[in-house]
């Protein structure tokens, strides 16, 4: 690996990776407010996510801290260094995986690595030694000589972080990492970024898989048109929803009705949301909710089509926010 | 993990001096450019010469040959005479499609399908130097096509033909690099607002009338013939064309037939190189950060 002596150490904002202060992107195209006012702090260590839906605001918030969107306001100081005022002090420090397959095809698995350590500053020796290394690392080395096209779409994600980690960056980006791997990568790649955590690296995220974000992350910001609705770890966001069963039901009839009526009928009822064609039912100390709930729908002249269970979820806490499903 | 240690998590602090960073991050960057070049040698030997190759041994060996004479009828000696005037066009013309080729092709993928500029975009350096750095490899890719075309457009030729040259060294040495980086210019320019799927396109409305009106058959001056009550128009026309300040100034560094003013082709290249840089920076800009 490749590291770096220093010299004097500052503490003041050593703890601390990615600030953001009222943070704002309006592009003048359509003009669209991408991101609003967003206050942000990720700390030297953790695995912070955005979790949100498409269009969320998650991409240019990330654009953003990577110096490749340009802030219409507010300011964002990654590793200590000002986005706008410094954006090549910025890039030293670092490292990017995009959505898309951005591999250099021009180049080879090993040259992708190899150019990457040169444009950072290593020497060919260094570069050479940090690329196979690197592919050991990222077991990638039986592909060395291959065309970046050429390998899985798993490889290729594994290669871009594994390229994104060459030159040692003080925080690693990843949009929507696992979005169009197949459940094997997926699961590939959350144990590497498990692995690169336990080593110490920062890490941001962006997803849209709640199951990623719960798993993956310890502290999550929740996000919907350009603004942070909630920003919590997993656990506390999962039990600021005040209950511990959800039940969702279908049912025909008046579903707006149907939903003030469970939530007066049903014992323990915190909550009760009508979504596009089912409704949630928030639930707290209660045992045998089951049978309450179609009682009490039946007493009211509705008739059930289908009836579940289960503990709270971060889509839960995402429809609590914003009234929508976080799954398109 | 091979570096499982806390101690190898990276500082919160930047390594290098914006300065040095960028020096040794534009240096990769070429070094990419031109190994990538070294890989696709052939291919980038095969596509200089094809074009050159063709017109000379057309115009210089089968029309000769088959008596389609051109160069005034006069037979060999105005075979001879546009001889001089076609190989010095060739050279013009082929750093022109090197300008095109080596940048704007690559680059209108990069950007529109795979972005794959990216992860260059993101090395530790201003962005404008990167747009800059792909122009400076455009530029040696039309040093080494220059290299290349001008002993072909010199040698093929039918008997009796003569190529009468007189290199001026010190127009040749200035104008090879001032044309090839003003034609990479244009490359960065094309390259960063055309659309792949527009490529086509590209030759059909730029590459073609540049080439045809840029001077590569006939030298400037005869087009003051061609006229619409007493006003050379085409004449006039062609000097938005940035090829005729090229040919013209290949006819003037090879050969002794009469060309456009040294006072006029000089300062024209450097002022369509500044502009080009300028438009393709900015164009560069635009694809790249929003």
Known sequence: ?328 | MATASPSSVPLTRPIRSPGAATRIAFGALLLRDLTVLRKNLGMFVGRTIIQPFLLVFVFLFVFPKIGQGIGGGSGLAGESAFAAVLVSGVVGLSIMFQGIQAVALPLANEFGYTKEIEDRVLAPLPVALVAIGKVLAGAIQGLIAAAIVFPIAYAIHAKGVEVQLSVHWPLLITLIPLTSIMTSSLGLVLGTRIQPRNIGMMFGFIVLPITFLGGTYYPWETLAAIKVGGFPWLQALVCINPLIYVTEGFRAALTTTAHMPLYVIYPVLVGFCVLFLWLGVRGFYRRVLS
Request: proline share 3%; aromatic share 4%.
């Open chain 1, 1 to 328: 690996m490749f590291t770096h002596t220093h010299g004097n150490e500052s503490h003041a904002t050593v703890d601390e990776v990615i600030r953001c202060e009222k943070l704002t992107k309006r592009f003048t195209d359509g003009n669209i407010l991408a991101v609003d006012r967003l206050d942000l702090a990720v700390y030297r260590g953790e695995i912070f996510g955005l979790l949100g839906p498409n269009g969320a605001g998650k991409t240019t918030t990330v654009g953003m801290l990577t110096t490749l969107v340009i802030p219409t306001s507010g300011k964002a100081v990654v590793a200590g260094v000002d986005v706008v005022a410094q954006p090549a002090l910025v890039k030293q420090m670092i490292g990017v995986v995009a959505q898309t397959n951005n591999l250099d095809r021009s180049l080879t698995v090993w040259e992708n690595l190899y150019y990457h350590g040169r444009f950072f500053g290593m020497n060919g020796r260094e570069a050479r030694a940090a690329a196979d290394e690197s592919l050991v690392r990222f077991r990638l080395t039986e592909r060395a000589k291959a065309d970046v096209m050429a390998i899985s779409g798993g490889m290729a994600k594994r290669l871009m972080v594994a390229r994104a980690l060459l030159h040692g960056p003080s925080v690693l980006f990843l949009d929507e990492p696992t979005a169009g791997l197949d459940p094997q990568a997926r699961i590939a790649l959350w144990e590497i970024l498990d692995k690169l955590h336990a080593n110490g690296q920062t890490i941001l995220l962006t997803t849209h898989y709640m199951e990623e974000a719960d798993s993956l992350c310890d502290r999550l910001a929740i996000m919907d048109h350009g603004r942070i609705l909630a920003m919590d770890t997993p656990k506390s966001l999962k039990e600021s929803v005040a209950a511990d069963t959800i039940v969702t039901v279908s049912a025909t009839g008046d579903l707006d009705a149907l939903a003030r009526l469970l939530q007066d009928r049903v014992e323990g009822a915190t909550k009760s949301q009508r979504l596009d064609s089912t409704i949630q039912l928030h639930v707290k100390g209660t045992t045998g909710v089951l049978p309450k709930v179609v009682t009490a729908a039946e007493q009211g002249g509705y008739s059930i089509t289908d009836l579940s269970i289960a503990e709270p979820t971060l889509d839960t806490v995402f429809i609590s926010l914003t009234g929508k499903e976080l799954r398109d």
